[in-house]
Structures are given as C-alpha cells and as structure tokens.
C-alpha cells in the first residue's frame, strides 16, 4: 500500500499519504511552506510576458494565501475575515437560501436536472453575495468560469504565459466583485470567498448528496452534520495541497531535500486504515469519528471552514427534499488534480442506472 511507504518520490514530486505524514506536513508550516507560487514564478519561463501584469498576478496570489513579511498585518486581516464571515443572522440567511431556492428551481426542468450547475452553483453565489454584503450584479455563469479558472490554474505545477494571462483575467474579475470602498488586500480575500464558496462549498453540498443518492440509508432518520462529516472524509472537496520544503529534512528515513516539491494527499490521509479501520474505503455511517485533515490543520487551515459546513447542514436537507425521489441518470467527474470535484450530476425520475 502507498500510505505504508509514505513518502515516495514519483516524476521529482514527493508523495505524503499517511495520516500521520499528511498531518505533520500541515502542521510544520515553517519546514513545508504553502507557498508554493515562489517556486513555481522561479521555476517557469516567463521572459515575455508583460511584467507589470505578472507583478500584478504574484501580488494577488501571495495576498490571498496570506503569505507577507508583516506578521501583524496577516492577523488582522484573519481577523476582519473571521468576523466578516460569521457577522450574518441565521434567520435571515436561512430567509435567503429559502427564496433563492424556490427561484432557482422555478426554472428548472424537473425531468431532467443537472443538480450541480442548475441548483448547486447559482444558489452558492447568491449566498456568496449575501454574506459578503455584495450589492453588484453579475452574471452566475461568467462568475463560475472564472472560478473554475482559478481552480485549474491552481492545480499546476509549472505556468506558461497564458496561464498568468488567465490567472490576472479571472482574479481581477474576482476582484471586481467586491465593494468599491475595500482596501486592496480585503478585495482579494473577498475574491477568494467567493471562489472558495462557489468552488469548494458547492463540490461539499454535491458530493454529500452525490452519496446520499449512491447509499441505501433512511437518511431523514440520521443527522446532517455526521452525512456531511463522513462526506468530508470520503470524498472530501479538497484532495491534496501541494508543500515546498524549505530546508532538509528526513521523513521515514527519506531524505527530503530544501526546494523538493511534496503533494499531501488529504484524500488517501482519510482513508488511512491505521487511523480510520479496514474498512476505511467505505462510506459508514456508523464510524466511531476520528479527527479529520479536510480542511487543512495549523496555521494555513481553511478560515471558513464553520462556514462552509453551516451552509452545507443547511442547504442539504432542503435540496434532499425536493430530489430524493429522483436518480442519478449520468454522472462525471472533473478531471482536476488536488479535488474532487462534480462537472455534472444529471438526475431525473425515469432513470435508474448510474453512468460514470
């Protein structure tokens, strides 16, 4: 098994897949920086691309990433974040998600839903909007290519110039969509609400439902939030974070060098049958619950993490409600390194067979 040989080195990328590593590399952030972009900026070739543009595009990632010299700095905008995304009421988000809902599926075709983009996508922007205070109109679908964008970009290991070209496009839209008045660095973490909401928290409420479909529990009789726990575990939004080590070091008596790159799959971390049982490929509901890495661990965890599970407990049931009496006539999966992610999950009434 790969966990039990964890880490091992494959096309010069270092693999951590046990849980004990993936958690150790999550939790010294000194010794295995996230930022991985310095390295990738020093590793690509971009001699001809319009300087001021990448300058741009450098200073964004490292603002939403939180990555700056001032210590200060960074935790004050942590914590304008933290209470930013908590500062909603619950009746009225609940109000929110309600109406939205019902307008949303107004317009639908009842025979045959696709539940990701048709329901999923457009109910988690207008929610984005609502949290953020957003009063600007934009279109759903050109707001999600952009996030989609931003997601591909971010699973690459060395960038082209049209890779920057794309990554400055989508983040100053992204940008653009945050109130007029935000300092600089608050905009790019409104952009990356945003992305994180519409990309991550919409992948959470469509994987969640995509095993309440594939599972034959009496889901009304269980609790959301252990759906939603057992979810994060199997088919966890976020499947892997790439790490750069900063100095040497040896793990398992591997020798790891300053500047090796390390993919630390979360995904194969919970799914360990050393923490999680023999039987950890299996979706349980039943699972004596072990703390789990989804959402990262230590300095760089996930800020809106309470959030993305608060929206999910509530959202799921609703939509449950309305499409639990349909199947799954065809699903894929997008091919995405670092998440797993839903491209279409098509339901209808009339169809029972699973096509993957």
Known sequence: MGRQRSPFKINNVWLVSSYDDVKFCLEAHETFSSNKFKYLFEKSDLADIDQGVLSEVKNMLNSWILHSDYAEEVVQLKYQLTALIHSYEDEEFKSIMETSLSNITQKIDPQRCDLKNDIVIPLMIKLAKFILKIDKSFDEKECYTHVFQVAYLLQKTTFTKDDILAFHESLTYLNACAPNQLSASMKIQYALIIYAMTFNTSNLITNTLFNMFTHDYNWDALKIKDIITETLRTESPLQSVMRVATTDIEMNGKQIKQGDFLSVIIGSANRDERVFGDNAEEFLMNRKRKPLLSYGIGMHQCL?????????????????????????QHITWEDLQGFRSVESMVINEKHKEITV
């Open 304 to 328: 809106g993490q309470k959030l993305s599970q608060n929206i999910a407990i509530h959202i799921i049931p609703k939509i449950w409600e309305l499409v639990k009496t349909s199947e799954i």
